[in-house]
Structures are given as C-alpha cells and as structure tokens.
C-alpha cells in the first residue's frame, strides 16, 4: 500500500508569508494614497482660505471640507448619522466640486476616484468659488 506524505506545516508557513507579503504590499499602497490625498487636501483647504494643517485633524478636516463645499462646517456631524452619512458624502463630492466651479462630471470622479480627483483640484489651476 502506497501512502502519501504531504508536509502541510511548510505548506502553511508559505502560504503565510505570501499573505503577510501582499498584506504589506496592500498596506503601503494605503499608505501612499494616504499621503497624498492629506497633501491634495491641504492645497485645498490653502486655497479656499482655510489653514492648511487642518487637513492634519481628524475631525476638523470634516468640518473645514463641509465648510468649504456647504458654507456650514457643521453640517459633518450629519456624518455621525447612520445612513444619512452615505447620502451626505455623496452629496459633498458634488457640492465641493461645484464650490470650484465644476460639473456633475468632475463630482463623480471625486465620488469614484476620490484621490486622483482632490490631487486635480488642490494642485490645479481652478480657483475656489464659493458653495453653491
């Protein structure tokens, strides 16, 4: 009878290390992404006229990014709200896209891109309007 042996602990210890490997490679993606939209939002802020280190505090941030795109920074505690937190982020992209004096367009690229889109606005040309 012939039997078979399978060395399943070097097979697990494998399998761990790859996993710990693209865990490492997911977390320092999140990193980068992370950096750069802190940096995106601190142009943001400087030019809507609002500090820029502000896009250093957790919750401040959200109340600055409401008063830029809204006119009223408090309206973020509408973010503790469960379910009415998804309508209302969806709404800020929009209307801070708006506030820079751009279209649907560019709010759901910030809706679906949002890195990408704020690195657009904090480091080009467009020029804050004001809420609308």
Known sequence: MATSYYDYEAYDAALAAVGAGVY???MIIS???LVLTVIARWKIYTKAGKPGWASLIPFYTDY???DIAWGSGWLFLLMFVPCVNFVV???LCFKLAKAFG???GFGFG???LNT???LILG???DQYIGPQ
């Open 102 to 104: 751009k279209g649907t």
């Open 123 to 125: 480091f080009g040309s």
């Open 64 to 66: 600055c990014m409401f």
């Open 24 to 26: 490492m490679v997911c």
């Open 31 to 33: 990193l980068i992404f």
């Open 89 to 91: 982020s969806i709404m």
């Open 116 to 118: 990408i889109f704020v």
């Open 110 to 112: 910030l809706l679906f």
